[in-house]
């Protein structure tokens, strides 16, 4: 793990930092200003050039979506996504509260490097506080002429408004999120066309995640091979990582990807170790839908690559849940498989139908009242839906494949070993009552 000097979190902490002044006199808007001074395929090419990957699940590498948009478009609309609701994610929540100008600026430069006309920042239903937090310092940002028409007397216009959410996890996927946006049901569309063609009321348009686009002012300001530097190959720039569960100091933190699962967990700037003497049973560290680690794999580096070594979908939100030795596994089991049961939109019959298959099976076996064959199936069905075999719309049922999956494979003799007991002592009981 190298030294880091942090960026993303710097004015954490600091009094006031959620006001303009403070944030201009630790050189706020200087990367928007320089992107001003750019044309529009200066600054995409020097996103590119550092290959700022995106930070909302998928790693997609921002400058080369924005060069997808076609070249005579009229109108162009940026997205920014702020639905954050993977469980245990809240870095995003951290930057709205605790820097938002550093993400406004990141929404300017974003904005002029598309040449949107408006800005849409789309935040979960439950963020109220953050929305107060984001709105004052939008309407500070307008007066001060880093908003709205000629900005800093570039002749170029943004408009930005908040859009609030009402609060479901498919509005996070990025046309889930348009749909709703256009004010209807958070239904994710089926794709192409994808919103860089056809995106926001039918315009063109580009979604990004907050914690990629507060990336931006520190790109322009330090350029490319800054951003480069950090952290290995594939996998560069600064990143934040949560972590909560069994460890002394949950939390968001921030650091280069060049470090594993363990050193989240132990290391003083991070996790800080296990609580009360509990050991690691499991981790799942992108967030629940990437998938879970045994005791024995945290040696995972936090990047974009090497999740997909440990059978995992990817890096996710590079949030980590630490499950202790204490916890019955197939709770885990109930509790994931009720979550996408509970969030699959129901478009799709594959998604619709086996997210609540199996929750219905995962509860059967946390209630004691499981088969072997339930344990069977719920290492089959994740096989057969997804986007990944090409049976659904969008990527909550690979998420659930994945979260339900490497639980059964990795956990498979537990879970057995509880069934096993428990249809030993269902006969016992049954024995007693014949006799
Ligand atoms: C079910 C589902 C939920 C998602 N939720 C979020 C979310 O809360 N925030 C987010 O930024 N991306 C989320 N995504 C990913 C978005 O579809 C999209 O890839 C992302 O916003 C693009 O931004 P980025 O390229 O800057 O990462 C989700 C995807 C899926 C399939
Ligand atoms: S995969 Fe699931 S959540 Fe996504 S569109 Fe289909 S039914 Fe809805």
């Not at 063109?204 to 091979?225: C, F, M, Q, S, Y």
């Amino acid at each position: 793990m190298s030294e880091y000097e942090k960026v993303l979190l710097k004015n954490v902490g600091k009094p006031n930092s959620r006001q303009l002044a403070t944030y201009v006199e630790g050189g706020g808007y200087s990367g928007a200003k320089r992107a001003l001074e750019q044309t529009p395929d200066d600054v995409i090419d020097v996103v590119k050039r550092a290959n700022l990957r995106g930070r909302g699940g998928a790693g997609f590498p921002a400058g080369v979506k924005w060069s997808f948009l076609p070249k005579d478009r009229e109108v162009t609309y940026l997205c920014v996504n702020a639905d954050e609701s993977e469980p245990p994610t809240f870095s995003n929540r951290v930057l709205m509260e605790e820097d938002p100008h550093q993400l406004l600026e990141g929404i300017l430069i974003a904005g002029y490097a598309t040449q949107a006309t408006v800005a849409y920042l789309y935040m979960r239903a439950e963020f109220t506080e953050q929305y107060h937090i984001m709105q004052v310092a939008l309407d500070e940002a307008y007066n001060a002429g880093y908003f709205g028409k000629n900005i800093q007397g570039s002749g170029y216009n943004l408009e930005c408004y908040i859009h609030r959410g009402a609060g479901a996890y498919v509005c996070g996927e990025e046309t889930g999120l348009i749909e709703s946006l256009e004010g209807k049901r958070g239904w994710p569309r089926i794709k192409p066309p994808f919103p860089a063609i056809q995106g926001a009321f039918g315009k063109p348009t580009v979604v990004n995640n907050v914690e990629t686009l507060a990336n931006l002012p520190h790109i322009i300001n330090r350029g490319a091979d800054w951003f480069l530097g950090i952290g290995p190959e594939g996998s560069s720039g600064p990143k934040l990582f949560c972590i909560s569960g069994a460890v002394k100091k949950p939390g968001c933190y921030e650091g280069a990807m060049d470090f594993s699962v363990r050193e989240l967990i132990e290391s003083d700037r991070f996790g800080g170790g296990m609580r009360n003497g509990l050991k690691v049973k499991a981790v799942m560290p992108g967030g629940i839908s990437m998938g879970i680690l045994t005791a024995d794999e945290l040696d995972m580096k936090m990047d974009f690559s090497d999740p997909a070594k440990y059978g995992l979908l990817g890096l996710g939100t590079a949030s980590a849940i630490v499950i202790d030795d204490r916890t019955d596994i197939r709770k885990v089991l109930r509790n994931v498989a009720r979550f996408f049961a509970h969030e699959s939109c129901g478009q799709c019959t594959q998604c619709r139908e086996g997210t609540s298959w199996m929750y219905k099976m995962t509860n059967r076996v946390e209630r004691g009242l499981g088969r072997l064959q339930d344990i069977e199936l719920l290492g089959e069905i994740p096989a057969k839906m997804g986007m990944m075999p090409g049976l659904s719309i969008c990527g909550l049922s690979d998420g659930a494949a994945f979260a339900i999956r490497t639980i059964v494979e990795k956990f498979r003799s537990e879970l057995e070993d509880y069934v096993r007991s428990e249809n030993d002592d269902a006969v016992r009981i049954a024995l007693e009552i014949a006799n």
